[in-house]
């Protein structure tokens, strides 16, 4: 990487993918000029439109594109014109072929209350007064979901298994992540697990007890995931940054996203070893609503913030992004996701540019 240049592989995807990319890149140009950096982008298909244009659905060329980029920023991909592509080829195979090639172990779900917005949170409003920010790192590649499984003949006839398994070298990456993104942060890491039952569970808090002493700022607390689950929605404000398995992160960074409001708001970042990720919303290609400039841009948009600050290190950039975010909410301006009585409706493209000038 060239002080001041980057090159950032760009899936745009399909149905809103496309669209909601558009208004991410136009941020980055904005933030660029400003800042004084040189992005430049390189397109990749993956996904449905890469089955049309090519037959499969993550094509080696795409993969090397985002290999060699310093960054890639995604979309969406899927759709119903691909429910029948038979099962290796369909568009989501691509999300967890891009996972695995670029060995993204970890999930980065923030999840955020901002007070313009208070409204839409389905909590109380005293609980989350002064609005809320939680990052939720998940365990991407490994646990329950990729252990051995099947089915035997049990004691009283057929039963199924599945195994949660990991290695020393898993946790110990996932939680050196986790504490790395809290230094970024309010310094506070809570591992959250099942170590009242699980074996796994005690070998993450030995594994953190460990890594705790390379941190020495950060605090470190412990939670398990069945009080987690409640305090998300008792107390979601004691929380910093959450570490946990894939099952429990998969399921407590739902929990999360549903007390933020709308799906068109929240980013995500998957990263690995290296600074490498890549950076998506957390809604789909949205179907419903795909070419008629009405999708919220703004989850697109702060995962391109998220690539600011995580692969590239700019935090005053991606502050920028958050604050210009802040800013046209503050000012009433909507998508219609998040339209209410007395706020100014806006399309994409329209919502993509107030953004931009308040950069
Ligand atoms: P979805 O997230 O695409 O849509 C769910 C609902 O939220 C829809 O009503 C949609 O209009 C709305 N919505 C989503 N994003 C929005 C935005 N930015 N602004 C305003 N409204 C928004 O989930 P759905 O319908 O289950 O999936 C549609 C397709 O997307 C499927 O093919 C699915 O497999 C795929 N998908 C892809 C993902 C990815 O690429 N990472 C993630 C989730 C789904
Ligand atoms: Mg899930």
Redesign the pocket.
Known sequence: MIMGEYKIAVIQ?????PE?TQEAIKILNVVGEKFHHNFTFEYALA??SAIDACGECLPKETLNICKTADGVI???????K??NVPNAQ???K??LGLRSELGLFSNLRPAKIYDALADACPLKAEIVAGGLDILIVRELTGGIYFGERGYREGKYGEEAYDVETYSEVEIRRILKNAFEVAMQREKRVCCVDKANVLETSRLWRKVAEEIKNEYPEVVLSYMYVDNAAMQLVRNPKQFDVIVTSNMFGDILSDEASMITG????LPSASLGDSSHGMY???????????GQN???????ILSAGMMLKYSFHLEKESEAIENAVKAVLEQGLR????YSQGTTLLG?KEMGEAIAEHI
């Open positions: 995807g399909d149905g809103i993918g909601v996904g449905g995604l979309g969406a991909v899927g759709g119903p691909w429910d369909r568009p989501e691509a999300l709308s799906i068109g708001l998506e919303p957390i809604h789909g290609s949205a179907p419903d609503i795909a009405k999708a919220n841009p703004i989850a697109a998508t219609p996701d998040i994409t």
